[in-house]
């Protein structure tokens, strides 16, 4: 009987490994269809005039953080920690190995999905580290992994609101409450990825979804507290989704409250943490003149939600679905087409 091989393949989005990838980085992610939705004709040359133009800035903020992206080295050890956590789990009748499959940045999905073949992977199971759905995060990361590899692929396609992510987020929470000092009266505000409106008007699930992880994080915080949703990390002229978390942190100063930044969408360090959130956003603090600014660790490998994302994989392998939520089929409300289970009854 042939060995059954499980491949783990680690969807993320990548991040330049040093000043010289940080252009084509940004080409990568300009010219995916799934950010800018134009022809490829247009896309491309448009693509190639925007990463021109960011690439100094983006290198400034890079250089913050020694020059590159610690995003690689961060994913490793998460999914390090989650091969450890299946395996001990599994079906000893299964072999099991993870792979890193980046979408804009080195290792490549491609770049995986050859590591993949060549350990004799008999089969796939997709587990982005995405935890909240978006059409162009994890729908457009599982789009190249299916043009990269023609096996059997399952898909875990997301995970907000499972019990071990959010106890994470809350921990996380805590801890950076204590380490500044216990003040009373915090706001948090749960800041995540922004996206444009025009998405989330055509059936992307990805505000819904992250709406839910803060209501499933929200009761394991003191109830007396203040929580606000925002989102960050805007970028050119369509409309976004908002509250802008830059905004929320003026009003946090107009009204005399500190607040506690949770990276509610994030499980990774990155730029838009370590250079964002950290200094762009704490020096808007204290021009705001808040009483303070507290930042949140993003979750990292904290093993309360490696193990709670360890059990959804072993639920997937166990299932009967070629894509599975947290709950197995559908979680999204029917007007969210872009739901990859938009064929199953919401």
């Given at each position: 009987m042939t060995q059954r091989r499980l491949a783990l393949?680690?969807?993320?989005?990548?991040?330049?490994?040093?000043?010289?990838?940080?252009?084509?980085?940004?080409?990568?992610?300009?010219?995916?269809?799934?950010?800018?939705?134009?022809?490829?004709?247009?896309?491309?040359?448009?693509?190639?005039?925007?990463?021109?133009?960011?690439?100094?800035?983006?290198?400034?903020?890079?250089?913050?953080?020694?020059?590159?992206?610690?995003?690689?080295?961060?994913t490793q050890r998460q999914t390090d920690a989650l091969e450890r956590a299946v395996r001990a789990r599994l079906d000893p009748g299964i072999e099991v190995r993870t792979f890193i499959a980046m979408r804009y940045w080195k290792p490549f999905t491609e770049d995986a999905a050859a590591a993949a073949r060549e350990w004799g992977a008999t089969e796939a199971l997709l587990v982005p580290?995405?935890?909240?759905?978006?059409?162009?995060?994890?729908?457009?990361s599982v789009k190249a992994w299916k043009q990269a590899w023609q096996g059997p692929t399952r898909v875990l396609c997301c995970y907000p609101t499972i019990k071990g992510f959010a106890r994470a987020h809350a921990e996380a929470i805590m801890s950076?409450?204590?380490?500044?000092?216990?003040?009373?009266?915090?706001?948090?505000?749960?800041?995540?990825?922004?996206?444009?409106?025009?998405?989330v008007d055509r059936g992307d699930p990805y505000q819904w979804q992250v709406e839910q992880t803060v209501a499933a994080v929200r009761p394991m915080l003191p109830p007396e507290w203040d929580t606000v949703i925002c989102y960050q990390s805007r970028v050119g002229?369509?409309?976004?989704?908002?509250?802008?978390?830059?905004?929320?942190?003026?009003r946090a100063g107009h009204e005399g409250v500190g607040v506690i930044v949770s990276p509610i969408a994030f499980v990774s360090e990155h730029v838009e943490t370590l250079v964002e959130l950290d200094i762009?956003?704490?020096?808007?603090?204290?021009?705001?003149?808040?009483?303070?600014?507290?930042?949140?660790?993003?979750?990292?490998?904290?093993?309360?939600?490696?193990?709670?994302?360890?059990?959804?994989?072993?639920?997937?392998?166990?299932?009967?679905?070629?894509?599975?939520?947290?709950?197995?089929?559908?979680?999204c409300p029917g007007q969210f087409g872009m739901c990859p289970q938009k064929a199953v009854a919401a």
């Amino acid at each position: 009987m042939t060995q059954r091989r499980l491949a783990l393949i680690a969807l993320n989005l990548g991040g330049p490994d040093g000043p010289d990838a940080v252009q084509p980085f940004l080409f990568n992610l300009f010219n995916d269809p799934a950010i800018i939705a134009l022809p490829g004709i247009v896309r491309t040359p448009l693509a190639g005039l925007i990463s021109r133009r960011r690439a100094p800035g983006s290198r400034e903020n890079y250089a913050m953080m020694g020059g590159g992206s610690p995003l690689l080295p961060e994913t490793q050890r998460q999914t390090d920690a989650l091969e450890r956590a299946v395996r001990a789990r599994l079906d000893p009748g299964i072999e099991v190995r993870t792979f890193i499959a980046m979408r804009y940045w080195k290792p490549f999905t491609e770049d995986a999905a050859a590591a993949a073949r060549e350990w004799g992977a008999t089969e796939a199971l997709l587990v982005p580290l995405y935890p909240q759905f978006s059409a162009t995060t994890t729908g457009s990361s599982v789009k190249a992994w299916k043009q990269a590899w023609q096996g059997p692929t399952r898909v875990l396609c997301c995970y907000p609101t499972i019990k071990g992510f959010a106890r994470a987020h809350a921990e996380a929470i805590m801890s950076a409450w204590r380490e500044g000092g216990s003040p009373a009266a915090p706001r948090v505000l749960f800041s995540a990825h922004g996206l444009p409106q025009r998405n989330v008007d055509r059936g992307d699930p990805y505000q819904w979804q992250v709406e839910q992880t803060v209501a499933a994080v929200r009761p394991m915080l003191p109830p007396e507290w203040d929580t606000v949703i925002c989102y960050q990390s805007r970028v050119g002229p369509l409309k976004w989704i908002g509250p802008a978390t830059e905004d929320e942190i003026e009003r946090a100063g107009h009204e005399g409250v500190g607040v506690i930044v949770s990276p509610i969408a994030f499980v990774s360090e990155h730029v838009e943490t370590l250079v964002e959130l950290d200094i762009e956003y704490r020096e808007k603090a204290d021009e705001a003149k808040l009483p303070f600014y507290l930042r949140a660790k993003a979750l990292g490998d904290q093993p309360v939600w490696i193990e709670a994302l360890a059990d959804r994989v072993l639920a997937v392998v166990g299932g009967g679905r070629e894509v599975m939520s947290e709950a197995g089929g559908r979680i999204c409300p029917g007007q969210f087409g872009m739901c990859p289970q938009k064929a199953v009854a919401a």
